[in-house]
């Protein structure tokens, strides 16, 4: 033979040396399955000496648990050739035959043939267990518990010799381990109140009659007797009710008035949900809830007065109420009071309810004093009822804020007057039919809030006027569409008209005069800042707004060049189409379309309209001494639009306003000829025509 190459060397070596190394494993491997065998029918011999009747249903199991006995009996060779794997074959009996199946799989069907023996073997002798306990009509939960009960009296029996044997340990297991000392004593409180279950069970299988009787819902009475042993309310009634008011009225109690208004919380969170209000008192009638609410909002006022033992003044401060000495005694029930009427002002949807209740709590403002958190909670809830829809509620909010602006101590004033401010100014976003009066009253009532106080009033105006001067200065200044609508909108347009009717009102006050000039100059730059026949509905509305401003301060605002403006409008020297479109609300238009501007009633509207401002523009100066030189233009710009009009109705309009003019004009400068002091004579100037004008012996145009 040849020599052999270096090549078959090492096949010979890896392919024969793998096949011998593969047949040990092998071998080992079906030991160690065997090993598995014995000690699965170890365990099933177990099992079977434990139960008699498990036992005798299979009878192969001595011949498992003698091979089995037989491992135990293992010499060395045997052992280190893999007998061991018998001892511990039910800890890596899984994991072995899963590495078993990876590597030959002849050997992993035969570890799950023995597997499914063993599994066969023990399902047959749990099968049998079970139909022999069936046949011998035995429960085996009831076997079971026999069982444990057996050991829970073993075990207490252990725990009283240990308690005679050594006492002394036994008291330090009843200090640190009272769970073992008390083992087994649940288990038969679980099992008292299961036989408890089980007689009231036996106890509800009654007659039809009874059935019927246990079904039937209780009456009301019965109910209002049984609720408060199950939910731990007290039923308030009428006659605690009564007991409680007279006390408090006739003795002003705390104790009686911390039951009242115990009550009061419940009655003002009616309608709440258990989460939010827990009471261990219930109200029992309708009756009951009237009697009581009328009372506290009625008479609370009073009491707590007599409590700070400030009855006997007649006027209270709220200085008084915050230096009284009882303060600190009342105070968590001045809380309880105000807090609940405030969340009850919040919950009413009833206008009448909501009135009452706003005028009984007028009288309770004073109390507000010492609280100022509470102040804030309740201005901020009457502004919003002043908001509403509700006519009568919110002239009674309107009131309520008038009083704690002029009851409580700085900041409650300057408050009241942003939040009223605030509240027109949220409401005059949009106007309609419907909301021309709201606002209106709105407007009304800011005029009447700003009146109490001149000084305070002055930095809050000024602040708004600035505000709006800002406005159009911006819009003057980008000239963009969205700059031109942040001033020709509602909101602005309401806000201009409020401030002239604010100064005109208090006129007379010469805290507020600074601001006539501002607030004019920020009118007529809204007037020109789109000089368009589209924005004449505005036009007119700022000029009657100025007309007013300058008719109460006295002052001479040049509204002549304004209205003039209008009637030079191509439009009107040209006839109007007929049919072009109808004619709005010009009270409720800011811009007008471009069919409407060519429509005969549009066009008449504003003739009569401009003619009429300009004549009651000219009349307030009628009696001054500079009247001639104050019509001299208007008569001139009258008498050329009514020979370039085209419109007779219009042209006639013109002739008899401008005739008016005339005659006045020739009268003030007959009478100014016959004068004998000079101009710089302001008292003597002041005086002209004042006999005439008082007399209304002036020819008015």
């Not at 007057?417 to 709105?442: C, E, T």
């Amino acid at each position: 033979m040849g020599k052999i190459k270096k090549g078959v060397k090492k096949f010979q070596k890896k392919i024969a040396g793998g096949a011998v190394h593969k047949k040990r494993k092998l071998h080992f491997r079906r030991d160690k399955a065997d090993a598995a065998k014995a000690a699965a029918a170890a365990a099933a011999a177990t099992a079977s000496a434990e139960s008699p009747v498990l036992g005798a249903s299979k009878p192969g199991a001595n011949k498992q648990s003698s091979k089995a006995k037989r491992a135990e009996e293992l010499d060395v060779d045997d052992f280190l050739n893999g007998g061991f794997m018998a001892v511990d074959a039910d800890r890596d009996q899984d994991s072995d035959i899963a590495d078993s199946s990876d590597d030959e799989p002849d050997t992993a069907a035969l570890a799950s043939d023995d597997e499914q023996d063993a599994y066969d073997a023990t399902s047959a002798a749990a099968d049998g267990a079970s139909s022999s306990d069936e046949s011998d009509g035995v429960d085996p939960v009831q076997a079971q518990n026999k069982q444990y009960k057996s050991e829970i009296a073993s075990h207490q029996a252990q725990l009283e010799a240990l308690k005679q044997q050594d006492p002394e340990f036994y008291e330090y297991l009843q200090q640190t381990d009272q769970e073992l000392l008390n083992f087994g004593q649940d288990d038969d409180e679980d099992e008292e109140a299961e036989e408890e279950e089980k007689e009231g069970d036996m106890a509800g299988d009654l007659s039809d009659g009874d059935q019927e009787e246990n079904m039937r819902p209780p009456s009301d009475g019965q109910a209002q007797l049984e609720e408060p042993s199950t939910s731990g309310q007290k039923h308030v009634s009428s006659a605690m009710v009564d007991a409680w008011c007279k006390a408090a009225k006739n003795n002003a109690s705390p104790a009686a008035m911390h039951k009242l208004l115990q009550a009061y919380r419940l009655a003002c969170h009616y309608g709440d949900s258990e989460e939010e209000v827990h009471e261990t008192m219930k109200i029992s009638s309708s009756a009951v809830f009237n009697k009581l609410m009328l009372f506290v909002l009625k008479e609370a006022d009073h009491i707590f007065l007599r409590m700070l033992s400030l009855d006997e003044q007649t006027s209270v401060t709220a200085r008084d109420v915050q230096k009284s000495k009882r303060l600190k005694k009342v105070e968590s029930l001045l809380k309880s009071f105000l807090g609940n009427s405030l969340h009850l002002l919040g919950q009413m949807t009833d206008s009448a309810m909501l009135t009452f209740t706003l005028r009984r709590l007028r009288a309770s403002v004073i109390l507000l004093a010492p609280f100022v958190k509470l102040q804030r909670k309740f201005l901020r809830q009457v502004l919003t009822i002043f908001g509403g829809a509700d006519k009568a509620p919110r002239l009674q909010a309107l009131l309520f804020i008038r009083h704690m602006a002029a009851m409580l101590p700085p900041p409650a004033l300057e408050l009241a007057l942003k939040g009223v401010y605030r509240s027109f100014v949220q409401n005059a976003k949009f106007v309609n039919a419907a909301s021309v009066p709201h606002i209106h009253f709105m407007a009304s009532c800011v005029v009447e809030m700003f009146g109490l106080d001149m000084a305070a009033s002055y930095q809050q105006a000024f602040s708004a006027i600035r505000q709006l001067a800002v406005l159009l200065r911006g819009a003057l200044a980008m000239r963009t569409k969205d700059a031109f609508r942040e001033v020709y909108c509602w909101q602005t347009l309401n806000c201009l008209e409020l401030w002239a009717k604010l100064l005109a009102a208090h006129a007379d006050k010469q805290e507020l005069r600074p601001l006539v000039y501002p607030l004019t100059q920020v009118l007529i730059g809204a007037v020109r800042l789109v000089p368009t026949p589209r924005y004449f509905p505005l036009r007119l509305r700022c000029i009657r707004a100025l007309l007013a401003l300058g008719k109460a301060v006295h002052q001479f605002i040049p509204l002549s060049p304004l209205l003039l403006e209008m009637l030079q409008w191509g439009e009107l020297s040209k006839r109007p189409q007929a049919g072009a479109g109808g004619l709005p609300d010009l009270t409720l238009q800011l811009r007008v379309s471009k069919n409407t501007l060519r429509s005969p009633a549009f066009q008449e509207e504003i003739v009569s309209q401009v003619l009429e401002l300009l004549a009651e523009h000219l009349g307030q100066w009628s009696c001054s001494i500079a009247f001639p030189e104050l019509a001299h233009l208007p008569l001139l710009h009258l008498r050329k639009f009514s020979k370039q009009c085209k419109v007779e109705r219009f042209r006639t309009s013109s002739r008899a306003l401008a005739d008016a003019l005339d005659r006045n004009m020739a009268f003030v400068t007959q009478r100014r000829l016959q004068v004998d002091f000079s101009p710089k004579d302001t008292a003597e100037v002041n005086k002209f025509l004042q006999e005439e004008s008082a007399a209304n012996q002036v020819t008015q145009p």
